[in-house]
């Protein structure tokens, strides 16, 4: 395993090349970053030309976002066929997406992520952390929109399950012959039973997730392992994060890690850094290396902080206490 980062292609558009250097000279040398503009447009030529862009400055194109992200469907939601559960429409994108998948074989990119994401990330009012940092929060009490339903209306959890397997019998057997990771981020957060029209996240319990994972079976389908997401679904993370760990990453289940944690739990959480939260994150990176776990381990969600560029300063704290770990351990950032 080694440290990582990502950044979406409209956060590509603003930093640029010179937030690849920036990466280069604070030791991250694998990233996930998605070319920019429309992925049903990507072609073959597009992602090479993207792959060599990221190499000239000694990097490492681990991964990149297929078209299902993490907004919600009302932000121009790019596959809402295959959400929704729409025929034909569904039909179209997922074959969009297999194209993406063999073309990012083709030109040596080896996985990708994705959501499969109806609701967004819900959060309430923000927080305020150390020093007065601004943290992510959810407060499931302070919620105001449960009863606001999406163009989804009121969804089942087996008519969501169903959406998932069409998707997932379709693009995982293309995965596989193409020996393309696929990693599936959990619904973040856990909310109550029949928030804004769903009778639950299903993706947001670690018993889903744990169904989803043996849905459709391959060494190619498997999770972004979002650290703080799945704690955001347990009653008490410190206690109760490793063994999760440990079942996923045993069974080779994790193919990227966000390496982010939280104080709280279930229904009720701030987003922290990665040393000021409850679980305990140096045990937690053991298990990780302990089960083989091969890929990224990378920030995500940081805190606000007062600097004039508030996200690449807290990532380069994130990117710092990550590798700071792995000397810690004697083991090499860098995967070598």
């Given at each position: 395993?080694?440290?990582?980062t990502?950044?979406?292609?409209?956060q590509?558009a603003?930093?640029?090349?010179?937030y690849l250097g920036?990466?280069a000279?604070l030791g991250v040398?694998?990233?996930?970053?998605d070319?920019v503009?429309?992925?049903?447009?990507?072609?073959r030529?597009?992602?090479a030309r993207?792959?060599?862009?990221?190499?000239?400055?000694?990097l490492v194109?681990?991964m990149?976002?297929?078209?299902?992200p993490?907004s919600?469907?009302?932000?121009?939601h790019q596959a809402?066929?295959i959400v929704?559960g729409r025929?034909?429409?569904?039909?179209?994108?997922?074959?969009?997406?297999c194209?993406?998948?063999?073309?990012?074989?083709a030109?040596?990119?080896?996985?990708?992520?994705?959501n499969?994401?109806?609701l967004g990330?819900?959060?309430?009012e923000s927080?305020?952390?150390?020093?007065?940092?601004?943290?992510?929060?959810f407060?499931?009490?302070?919620?105001?929109?449960?009863?606001?339903?999406?163009?989804?209306?009121?969804?089942?959890?087996?008519?969501?399950?169903e959406?998932?397997?069409?998707?997932?019998?379709?693009?995982?057997?293309?995965?596989?012959?193409?020996k393309?990771?696929?990693?599936?981020?959990?619904?973040?957060?856990?909310?109550r039973p029949?928030?804004?029209?769903?009778?639950t996240r299903v993706?947001?319990?670690?018993e889903?997730?744990?169904?989803?994972v043996?849905t459709?079976?391959?060494?190619?389908?498997g999770?972004n392992?979002?650290q703080?997401?799945?704690a955001?679904?347990?009653?008490n993370?410190?206690?109760?994060?490793?063994?999760?760990?440990?079942?996923?990453g045993?069974?080779?289940?994790i193919?990227?890690v966000?390496f982010?944690?939280?104080?709280?739990?279930?229904?009720?959480?701030?987003?922290?850094?990665?040393?000021a939260?409850?679980?305990d994150?140096?045990?937690?990176?053991?298990?990780y290396?302990?089960?083989g776990?091969?890929g990224?381990i990378?920030?995500?969600?940081?805190?606000?902080?007062?600097?004039d560029?508030?996200?690449?300063?807290?990532?380069?704290?994130c990117?710092g206490?990550?590798?700071?770990?792995?000397q810690?351990?004697?083991?090499?950032p860098?995967?070598?």
């Amino acid at each position: 395993m080694y440290v990582g980062t990502q950044l979406g292609g409209d956060q590509f558009a603003k930093v640029g090349d010179r937030y690849l250097g920036q990466l280069a000279q604070l030791g991250v040398r694998h990233v996930c970053i998605d070319p920019v503009g429309d992925p049903y447009q990507w072609n073959r030529d597009i992602l090479a030309r993207h792959v060599d862009r990221i190499d000239q400055h000694g990097l490492v194109l681990d991964m990149v976002q297929l078209p299902l992200p993490s907004s919600g469907i009302e932000r121009n939601h790019q596959a809402p066929g295959i959400v929704l559960g729409r025929p034909g429409e569904r039909d179209r994108e997922i074959d969009g997406i297999c194209r993406i998948i063999e073309d990012l074989a083709a030109v040596g990119i080896g996985a990708a992520k994705y959501n499969f994401n109806v609701l967004g990330i819900p959060r309430t009012e923000s927080e305020r952390g150390r020093g007065g940092a601004v943290l992510s929060t959810f407060r499931a009490d302070k919620t105001t929109d449960d009863d606001v339903l999406t163009v989804a209306g009121r969804v089942g959890a087996e008519e969501f399950w169903e959406r998932i397997e069409y998707f997932l019998e379709r693009v995982v057997p293309v995965a596989t012959e193409n020996k393309v990771r696929l990693a599936c981020h959990p619904h973040d957060p856990m909310t109550r039973p029949g928030y804004r029209g769903f009778e639950t996240r299903v993706l947001s319990s670690v018993e889903g997730l744990m169904r989803f994972v043996q849905t459709c079976e391959s060494p190619y389908h498997g999770l972004n392992f979002c650290q703080g997401t799945v704690a955001e679904g347990l009653e008490n993370p410190r206690a109760e994060i490793s063994e999760v760990i440990r079942w996923f990453g045993s069974r080779k289940k994790i193919f990227n890690v966000h390496f982010r944690n939280i104080k709280g739990g279930r229904y009720s959480f701030t987003e922290e850094f990665p040393d000021a939260g409850d679980m305990d994150m140096p045990a937690t990176f053991k298990i990780y290396k302990e089960t083989g776990y091969d890929g990224m381990i990378m920030p995500d969600h940081v805190p606000h902080i007062d600097a004039d560029n508030s996200m690449e300063t807290a990532f380069a704290f994130c990117f710092g206490y990550i590798i700071a770990l792995f000397q810690a351990n004697g083991w090499d950032p860098y995967g070598a």
